[in-house]
Each structure stands twice: as C-alpha cells, then as structure tokens.
C-alpha cells in the first residue's frame, strides 16, 4: 500500500490542498475521481469539506459512491456540464474535457491539470485561475499523506499488482485507460 502514495496521492494531495485550496461548501468537479490520483483527490477534498463531483463510469460508480457523498456523473451517459457552476476542476483527463470544464468555473475560480489542460487563453478569457502542476516532491507531503491514511481518512485504490516481467502489460494498461486504482509492480 506504501507503494501507491508517492505518485498518485502526492499529486492528489498537492493538487487539492496547494492549488484548489478548499473549504467547506466549494464545489469541485474531479475528472477521473476513481483513478488512482482521482480517488486520493476526492477523499483530501472531502476532508475540508468540499463537495465532489466526480465523473466516472461502470464500476468506478460504485466505487466512488463508497467513499461517501460523492455527485457522479457518468460521462458516458450524461454531459459533465449539467452539474451548473463549480468553484475547482480537477483535471486529470485533458483534451476536449477541459476545454469544455471552462464553462463551469464561476469567476475566480481554478482549473488544476495534472495532463496539461489548461490553455492560458481560455482560462485568462473564463476569468479564473489556470495551473498545469506537476507532483513536487516533498518528505513533509509524504509525511502527511501517510498520517491520513494511517488514520483512515484516505484509503488508497489498489489497482491490479504485476511482476517486474510483466512490466510492457502493466504500461499498456496503464496508458490505455484500463486501470482502476494505483498499478503496483513486485519484484516475483
């Protein structure tokens, strides 16, 4: 489990607390909620009280409705814009979903990009705050981190766990979309 907090829930963490800086009653749209940076966002998030909108679909519904009230629309089946307006977007899918998440943010508001969502331009004409981040980091985040998960406040997705040798299926899966939750590698 230690495994999967440096990447995803640094990322999360820093995302949430450095960038959309919540309190209580914002609104924040998560874009990809149940993934592994995703559900680490919209635990911390809830944690000071935020409200989550969180697309996902199939399983990773279930999933996220696990972690308490959680708004999910199934991007699927449902247009992310029928939410209204929302005070963050977490985006950590890209293309043509935040470019379309503009619309949402009331003024003032911040889109947050893990993927490089954010156009300068839109976001300076949306008047509201656009970040692309990268995870920093940072013994003291990590140090937090691991107190919240200790005391059960984040509790890490798991995703499926591959062999070293079996390290081009676990990219592949990955990349294409198909993991739900942190992807481990083991040594045997």
């Known amino acids: 489990m230690a495994a999967a907090l440096p990447t995803s829930g640094l990322t ?8 959309v800086q919540p309190k ?8 990809g909620a149940a993934g592994a940076v995703g559900s680490f966002a ?6 000071w009280g935020a409200q989550v909108i969180g697309t996902a679909t199939g399983e990773d519904i279930v999933y996220l409705r696990s972690l308490g009230p959680v708004q999910v629309v199934d991007y ?11 005070d963050a977007v977490l ?11 503009f619309a949402l943010l ?5 889109m947050v990009s893990t993927v ?18 990268g995870q920093e980091r940072s013994a003291a985040d ?5 107190d919240l998960v200790e005391r059960g406040v984040v509790k890490p997705r798991m995703g499926e766990v591959f062999r070293l040798d079996q390290g081009r299926e676990a990219q592949d899966a990955s990349q294409q979309g198909r993991a739900k939750g942190k992807i481990l590698l083991k040594a045997a």
């Open 76 to 86: 699927k089946h449902e247009r992310f814009e029928t939410v209204g307006q929302v």
């Open 106 to 110: 009331k003024k003032g508001g911040v």
């Open 142 to 146: 990590l140090s937090e981190l691991a």
């Open 12 to 19: 999360a963490l820093q995302a949430i607390r450095d960038y």
């Open 116 to 133: 490089g969502g954010v156009n300068a331009e839109l976001a300076a004409r949306a008047g509201i705050r656009g970040v692309n981040m």
């Open 42 to 47: 919209t635990q911390i998030a809830k944690r």
């Open 24 to 31: 209580a009653g914002i609104r924040i749209l998560i874009h």
């Open 91 to 101: 985006d950590l899918i890209g293309g043509d979903t935040a470019t379309r998440s």
